[in-house]
């Protein structure tokens, strides 16, 4: 049975309390609670979600190489130094991200790594589409409810994971390299879609001005309000195709954000200035316009489709009358008397009634 989401086991009663006292260990154990999925993680994630999401969150993708490690480590430093609290999550199996290895710079990582007010943590993904796992999304949820205030998470560039950071972070910073690629490339992979920022990082390398002009025009051309008063063309009113768009597209072609293309030398830190001032400037953009509350509520959306969805899938394969009724069909298919659809329609009219059958 599904348990009931208010009843935490009494086991964790103490865990949470040391949660709520702000014992970082507490934090780390309560994360392994919910990556395990153990018995009340769900009950523990809504006990300390009750005061609703408070971090700053910042995403980093780009692809594997281009400096987002180096640029995080350097926003994280400077976070440190105005004394609020950072917690790093970098989602990747493939990344050097494990204490020292998360910068060249070995010496300054070594002190962030030691220093308390830095909580990091390095995730497998796990999402069965190469995504962000629910549970890593919930692990940012659970840095959040402690109380630091910044989170800032990583993940390498290639495929589902960099869309789908837009709905684990508030601001998207995408990095590129002089030698990813030209602009068009990267409106073709996607980034255009998901960036608040674009940095061009190792800006000590030929090229980079290059790639700001490249994809300043790529940008102009899909902002370019061309598109509003464009009649319905094959059938397809563009104009309408607009106005669905998300509301940040809308306040792109307004104007009232326009997407910084920043160069960077993460290696000495040159830029990572004006990086923290942009990410300030599109939070306090987002404050003002009700973008924060859209995109929060948006993430809220995602979460409760995904609770659903992995509970609905739980719940039905553990369920014996299911497993019985699997290892029956997979007998009647092999006889030739099923499909594995008409077995699937099966299960689900046990499981669901007759609203299954359609
Ligand atoms: N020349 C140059 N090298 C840089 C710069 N920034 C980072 N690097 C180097 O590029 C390499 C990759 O940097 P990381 O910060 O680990 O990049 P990443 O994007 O996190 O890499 P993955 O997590 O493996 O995808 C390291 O050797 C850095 O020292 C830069 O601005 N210029
Ligand atoms: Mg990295």
Known sequence: ?????????????????????????????????????????????????????????????????????SLLAGMAAAYRRQDERVGVVAVDPTSPFSGGALLGDRIRMNDLATDPGIFIRSMATRGSLGGLATTTKEVLDLIDAFGIERVLVETVGVGQTELEITAAADTVVVVLVPESGD????????????????????????????????????????????????????????????????????????????????KTVAQTGEGVDGLLDAVSRHREWMAETSE????????????????????????????????????????????GSATPYSVAGAILEGLLGSRASR
């Not at 002009?213 to 309000?225: D, F, N, P, T, W």
């Not at 014996?320 to 007998?331: H, I, K, N, R, Y």
Request: no cysteine.
């Open 183 to 262: 602009g068009i490339q990267a409106m073709k992979a996607g980034l255009m879609e998901i960036a608040d920022i674009f940095v061009i990082n190792k800006a000590d390398r030929p090229g980079a001005d290059r790639l700001v002009k490249e994809i300043r025009q790529a940008m102009h051309l899909r902002a370019g309000s061309a598109l509003k008063d464009v009649p319905a063309h094959h059938g397809v009113d563009l104009s309408r195709v607009v106005a669905k768009r998300r509301s940040r597209d809308v306040a792109l072609e307004t104007g009232t954000w326009t997407i910084p293309v920043l």
């Open 292 to 335: 924060l509350v859209l995109r929060r509520r948006a993430r809220a959306g995602t979460r409760i489709r995904d609770v659903v969805d992995r509970e609905l899938r739980r719940v039905a394969w553990k369920s014996p009358s299911v497993q019985a009724g699997l290892e029956d069909g997979l007998d009647r298919i092999a006889k």
């Open 1 to 69: 049975m599904i348990e009931p989401v208010a009843d935490l086991p009494s086991s964790l009663e103490p865990l949470l309390e040391r949660f709520r006292e702000g014992k970082v260990t507490a934090l780390a154990r309560a994360i392994s609670v919910v990556e395990n999925e153990r018995t009340g993680f769900q009950a523990l994630l809504h006990r300390v979600l009750s005061a609703g999401p408070r971090a700053a969150r910042v995403g980093f993708t780009g692809p594997p190489g281009a400096g987002k490690s």
